[in-house]
């Protein structure tokens, strides 16, 4: 029986240096392994400068002890609820248990009461469906969510006053964040770690884990479809795009330039991205500028015109309807502090 290691990431902060954010992630019967796995494995590679870890992460269970997992091994859990009081975020991965919160909508006592220890400042997560195990405990109410997009239709029967989005990888609610099936986990992870510390931070996680720091689209571009091309048919398009961020690229003049009609380039985003070709350039603009305005000293309007915003009012209003902050904002929270000169 394999065991679960719930011993802290680090044992005590260095001198001066801000405590670890705390992660305690619950743990039922029927856990998958890969989504237990990849919480552990992205928060505990999130290191400062100096190479202080920045999280703690500890695996608990509604009852200390043994936990089945949906493979062919137990996974031996030491921590009991009591873990949940002390956690700053508590992250709650799916269950295939058929008797479990995922599938009946019903939270068991021993998980209400174990939830019923989650301090009310925390943030709380929830990978594939364990969005159902947040949904029962009324987190999500009036709330955008997601989930497995097989389990969409039922989580949105079960819950009707939460606005399930099932096109998405992952959402965020601020205090409360979902995401969708096992691999978008690790999406929701990055982006908590963008979230915390930054660009870099997330970046140097991404690259050691070996995965891509952003995902484009949403899981809309995994479900089945008949007519669905069946090659990367805008792979050449997307990257054209990347090359002319600065650069007042129209949808027109995309579609051209790749010998297609708008209509065309179009519909093969979105069959490919979940996405149109304006709104996914939308996306890797804000993203850029994320990374130059924490990783220069460039002005605001001189960032909005690198990335094809043209003017600071435009990045402005851009940034705010993704991240909900100002570029003034951003910087002064996320602002790397050896950045390089523009």
Do not use: K
Not at 189 to 208: P, S
Not at 214 to 224: F, K, L, M, N
């Amino acid at each position: 029986m394999d065991e679960v290691d719930a011993t802290p990431a680090s044992s005590a902060s260095q001198a001066g240096a801000a405590p670890a954010h705390r992660v305690a992630v619950l743990v039922r019967h029927g856990v998958m392994p890969l989504e237990l796995g990849a919480v552990h494995q992205i928060f505990r590679q999130a290191r400062s400068a100096d190479g202080r870890p920045l999280y703690e992460v500890i695996t608990c269970a509604p009852v200390a002890g043994p936990v089945r997992t949906d493979a062919d091994f137990a996974v031996d859990v030491a921590a009991g609820p009591e873990a949940l009081a002390a956690a700053d975020t508590v992250v709650v991965p799916a269950s295939h248990d058929p008797h479990a919160t995922d599938f009946t909508g019903v939270l068991a006592p021993d998980l209400a009461a174990a939830l019923a220890q989650v301090p009310a400042g925390a943030r709380v997560a929830s990978v594939c469906t364990g969005a159902f195990v947040l949904a029962a405990a009324g987190w999500l109410d009036g709330r955008r969510a997601t989930t497995h997009w097989r389990s969409a239709a039922l989580l949105a029967r079960l819950f009707p006053r939460v606005r399930v989005d099932p096109d998405v990888l992952f959402v965020d609610e601020g205090q409360v964040l979902t995401s969708a099936g096992e691999a978008a986990g690790i999406d929701l992870c990055l982006h908590l770690v963008r979230r915390d510390h930054g660009t870099a931070v997330a970046n140097e996680v991404a690259r050691a884990t070996v995965v891509p720091p952003y995902r484009d689209g949403g899981q809309v571009q995994y479900i089945p479809r008949p007519a669905a091309p069946a090659g990367p048919a805008t792979a050449a398009a997307r990257q054209w795009a990347l090359e002319r961020l600065g650069d007042q690229v129209s949808l027109e003049s995309w579609a051209t330039a790749h010998a297609m009609s708008p209509r065309t380039l179009s519909r093969r985003f979105r069959d490919e991205t979940g996405v149109s070709p304006m709104r996914w350039l939308t996306i890797q603009r804000v993203e850029r500028a994320r990374e130059l305005l924490e990783l220069t000293d460039r002005p605001v309007d001189r960032v909005a015109a690198d990335v094809g915003f043209g003017t600071a009012v435009s990045l402005r209003q851009h940034l705010n309807d993704r991240l909900g902050v100002t570029p003034s904002a951003y910087r002064a929270t996320f602002r790397g502090p050896a950045s390089p000169p523009a």
